[in-house]
């Protein structure tokens, strides 16, 4: 009676170790890779959460569409969520999602400013991108922004 499941439990021992080393050996990002996108800011909404006009603890929250590096294509979109920090600062607290069609997403959180580009960290993804890590620098541009996710594996 004991045999049966000593057979069962190698058996799990072995599907599991199998499956562990196919996902190791199969990781989405598997060398440093740069992916610029263009995001056409056309649907950012600010609401206001306090006193009338720009104070800390309104939300910006977004979806806007994803554009491949030459700008001639759209290829996704993003959404996401900020809190304004510190209106003197210029500074607000975000998060988003970018979304390439047939590829997966890519999670980022970090702080934005008004007045300056930045680099913020990506804390995640989906599909191809499951394994991400590294950095994304946000740069400002007429009418939305440059993403350049700078992928690690």
Request: hydrophobic content about 40%.
């Amino acid at each position: 009676m004991r045999r049966p499941i000593f057979v069962m439990a190698l058996v799990v021992v072995v599907v599991g170790t199998a499956l562990t080393i196919s996902f190791a050996r199969n990781r989405a990002v598997t060398q440093p890779t740069t992916l610029k996108v263009i995001e056409h800011a056309v649907n950012d909404r600010v609401i206001d959460t306090g006193k009338p006009g720009d104070t800390p603890g309104d939300l910006l929250v977004f979806t806007n569409p994803i554009y491949n590096a030459t700008n001639s294509t759209k290829i996704g979109h993003d959404q996401g969520d900020c809190i304004r920090i510190s209106p003197k600062a210029g500074t607000w607290e975000c998060r988003w999602l970018t979304f390439i069609a047939g590829r997966g997403a890519i999670m980022v959180e970090g702080a934005f400013f008004d007045g300056r580009d930045n680099t913020i960290a990506i804390t995640g993804g989906t599909m191809e991108f499951r394994n991400a890590r590294g950095s994304m620098k946000l740069v400002a541009r007429p009418g939305g922004y440059y993403f350049i996710f700078q992928l690690l594996p």
